[in-house]
């Protein structure tokens, strides 16, 4: 039987499980990611972290930095020099050294390993091993940057920006959560996708846009059993140890 024309070849998949495994070593390291960094943002300079940054707000990818980007420029009466959405716990541990105030989201590995799958289309081994090494890389300098879970950011991310406030000496205005805030939030990434994508593309993207979809959702129930295969237990328990040295309790 053919495959159909929307399935991606397994030499699509190969080339694809490379480029995300390479994506997530050089995240890793400073010296070599913020070269990289720079000159692929240079039309957009504050994605990278720079000493000019005021705020560094990072995760591993699909962890729901894009909410807690809007919810805090929201709140804000001023434009914030914010570092965001590189994915790169080289860009944390940069923050840090620097003395930037840095909030960082960690999601639990089973449900992040799911969502990667689900936008990358790699399997479990290497999301559950990308996750292991943003996370370890950002470990030793767990006492420079504030961690929230992914459920508190999602519940009360107000609480989080009073706790970096706390900790940094810093004077941001709280984002107050509520249902009418949080449909601002989701029009403002509905209106980035369709200036990103427009209309009939971005309905195409569907696995890949920053808000929740039930599409996507069905797909990570269908997929769940390769992550939560016996073969992979011993590496999703190190996973959720390193989870739990980080926030606490794995969910």
Known sequence: M???????????????EAAYRTRYLVNAYPAV?????????????????????????????RAGSTYALYGFRLA?????????????????????????PTIVIVRPP????????????????AALQAWMRFHGRILPYREGFVVTSFDEMTRDFGAVVARANQRFGTSYVVWESSPENDRRIFDRISQRNLDRFGAEESAAKSQSLARPTAAREALKERIRGEVESPKLAALRAQAEGLYTELVGSVP
């Open 33 to 61: 990611y913020l070269p990289l960094a720079r000159m692929r943002h240079r039309d957009n300079p504050d994605c990278p972290v720079s000493r000019d940054t005021e705020l560094v707000l990072e995760a591993f990818g």
């Open 110 to 125: 089973v449900d992040s390993v799911l969502s990667h799958m689900a936008r990358h289309r790699v399997p479990a081994r």
């Open 2 to 16: 053919s495959r159909p024309a929307s399935a991606p070849s397994r030499l699509s998949l190969l080339k694809g």
């Open 76 to 100: 804000q009466p001023r434009e914030v020099r914010v570092a965001h959405h590189q994915h790169a716990s080289a860009q944390v541990i940069t923050a840090v050294r620097w003395g930037i």
